[in-house]
């Protein structure tokens, strides 16, 4: 059974192709309601027929104090860029959308009763979501799910990645463990978007993250996206002699020093991943000071234009930083301790918000020890690579 989906879509499609008036409208939507039951949707009546619209709940997994996945890339930074895709595709599509990812949290447990607190604070959602990347050695797409209410529109969503991505098709699988999805009370589901740690699958999800949220939404609704405020499909990189907007933060605009929101926060995420510190406020979606500081450190270390302004070839050039070759950067091969001094200790002091010297004096120490402590590590002050990995 495929509750409130199926019967729901059912009833929207009638409402679309029978409503001749605002009256009709809310005639046929009152029988979908009592015939189909989509005590979820609600209604918006426009001059000369009628939207039947819905409420989703949309969140990444993990943050940068509780990191997801690890491997040729981060989990935590790449479901943000899905995640944001997804949110701009639904939005565009006239429907009303929350953004309930925790940034905020420092334990595992805080990060998902966080999340679930969010969304619960919510009525009358229609749907819940939780973007993850998969992680130990696979390959492919896969969505889960805590019961069979949602089959439908796991099954659709799934489908539409592995059409986009190319990527195996894993399945829909029934857990009802997985606490996000045990939790809320509307219906969820969890979708593995590829693997961190396979490199074909963190190759392409990282660079196609429009794609992929432009697929979940879609397989959400059931329906092609055309709405023309919809986002337009990601320019290809060739070369630009000039900056422009970089396609992999879904922007139609450089960003600057004034700029706000959440393409400004992944690329404060993705600044603080690749070691350049953006203030003691972190990523706040507010380009400012510090950030313009860590952009032209980047740039700067870069080799590129510095200007402090985020564009086609700083994008490419925070991407190759986070990367190293594709997203985390190596440990170094040796510890890192009071009296090293270089490019990796200025590394950690960016990460770190500390005034950058490249030199491990008792500041960076006692810094080091206070990360150790709020990430349960070994709290002894030095580098090596459980702090680095952890950090970066």
Same mark, same amino acid.
């Given at each position: 059974?495929?509750?409130?989906?199926?019967?729901?879509?059912?009833?929207?499609? @009638?409402?679309?192709?029978?409503? @001749?008036?605002?009256?009709?409208?809310?005639?046929?939507?009152?029988?979908?309601?009592?015939? #189909?039951?989509?005590?979820?949707?609600?209604?918006?009546?426009?001059?000369?027929?009628?939207?039947?619209?819905?409420?989703?709940?949309?969140?990444?997994?993990?943050?940068?104090?509780?990191?997801?996945?690890?491997? #040729?890339?981060?989990?935590?930074? /790449?479901?943000?860029?899905?995640?944001?895709?997804?949110?701009? +595709?639904?939005?565009?599509?006239?429907?009303?959308?929350?953004?309930?990812?925790? +940034?905020?949290?420092?334990?595992?447990?805080?990060?998902?009763?966080?999340?679930?607190?969010?969304?619960?604070?919510?009525?009358?959602?229609?749907?819940?979501?939780?973007i993850h990347l998969n992680a130990g050695g696979g390959t492919g797409i896969e969505v889960?799910?805590?019961?069979?209410?949602?089959?439908?529109?796991?099954q659709r969503v799934l489908n539409a990645v592995c059409a986009v991505t190319g990527l195996?098709?894993?399945?829909?699988?029934?857990?009802?463990?997985?606490?996000?999805?045990?939790?809320?009370?509307?219906? @969820?589901?969890?979708?593995?978007?590829?693997?961190?740690?396979?490199?074909?699958?963190?190759? #392409?999800?990282?660079?196609?993250?429009?794609?992929?949220?432009?697929?979940?939404?879609?397989?959400?609704?059931?329906?092609?996206?055309?709405?023309?405020?919809?986002?337009?499909?990601?320019?290809?990189?060739?070369?630009?002699?000039?900056?422009? @907007?970089?396609?992999?933060?879904?922007?139609?605009?450089?960003?600057?020093?004034?700029?706000?929101?959440?393409?400004?926060?992944v690329v404060q995420q993705n600044l603080i991943h690749a070691g350049y510190s953006v203030?003691?406020?972190?990523?706040?979606?507010?380009?400012?000071?510090?950030?313009?500081?860590?952009?032209?450190?980047?740039?700067?270390?870069?080799?590129?234009?510095? +200007?402090?302004?985020?564009?086609?070839?700083?994008?490419?050039?925070?991407?190759?930083?986070?990367?190293?070759?594709?997203? /985390?950067?190596?440990?170094?091969?040796?510890?890192?301790?009071?009296?090293?001094?270089?490019?990796?200790?200025?590394?950690?002091?960016?990460?770190?918000? $500390?005034? /950058?010297?490249?030199? #491990?004096?008792?500041?960076?120490?006692?810094?080091?020890?206070?990360?150790?402590?709020?990430?349960? $590590?070994?709290?002894?002050?030095?580098?090596?690579?459980?702090?680095?990995?952890?950090?970066?």
């Amino acid at each position: 059974m495929e509750q409130p989906f199926s019967r729901g879509f059912l009833a929207e499609a @009638a409402a679309f192709s029978l409503c @001749a008036s605002p009256g009709m409208c809310v005639f046929f939507y009152i029988i979908g309601v009592l015939t #189909f039951g989509i005590p979820r949707m609600c209604i918006h009546i426009r001059e000369g027929g009628c939207l039947i619209m819905a409420k989703y709940s949309i969140h990444a997994g993990h943050n940068s104090f509780v990191p997801g996945a690890q491997g #040729f890339i981060k989990e935590e930074v /790449v479901n943000r860029q899905i995640k944001n895709a997804v949110i701009n +595709d639904l939005r565009a599509a006239g429907h009303t959308v929350y953004d309930d990812t925790d +940034d905020q949290a420092k334990t595992q447990n805080e990060n998902l009763a966080a999340i679930v607190r969010k969304i619960n604070s919510h009525t009358n959602l229609s749907l819940v979501v939780s973007i993850h990347l998969n992680a130990g050695g696979g390959t492919g797409i896969e969505v889960y799910q805590p019961d069979i209410r949602t089959n439908g529109v796991a099954q659709r969503v799934l489908n539409a990645v592995c059409a986009v991505t190319g990527l195996k098709n894993r399945g829909v699988h029934t857990n009802s463990s997985l606490y996000v999805l045990r939790n809320t009370t509307a219906p @969820a589901i969890l979708v593995e978007c590829g693997f961190v740690d396979h490199q074909s699958d963190a190759t #392409f999800v990282s660079t196609h993250t429009d794609a992929i949220g432009r697929a979940i939404a879609e397989g959400i609704l059931g329906s092609t996206i055309t709405s023309k405020k919809s986002r337009a499909a990601s320019p290809k990189v060739a070369s630009p002699k000039k900056e422009a @907007a970089p396609s992999s933060v879904q922007t139609a605009s450089l960003l600057r020093r004034g700029s706000r929101g959440s393409t400004v926060k992944v690329v404060q995420q993705n600044l603080i991943h690749a070691g350049y510190s953006v203030g003691s406020a972190g990523a706040d979606g507010v380009f400012g000071v510090a950030t313009e500081a860590a952009v032209r450190a980047l740039q700067r270390d870069s080799g590129i234009t510095v +200007d402090g302004i985020v564009g086609l070839q700083t994008q490419i050039a925070l991407s190759q930083a986070l990367r190293g070759g594709l997203a /985390v950067v190596p440990y170094p091969g040796h510890i890192i301790k009071r009296g090293s001094r270089g490019r990796d200790v200025e590394r950690i002091q960016r990460a770190l918000s $500390l005034s /950058v010297d490249g030199v #491990f004096g008792p500041a960076t120490k006692k810094a080091v020890k206070a990360y150790q402590r709020r990430h349960n $590590l070994s709290v002894d002050g030095i580098v090596g690579p459980e702090t680095w990995n952890t950090l970066f």
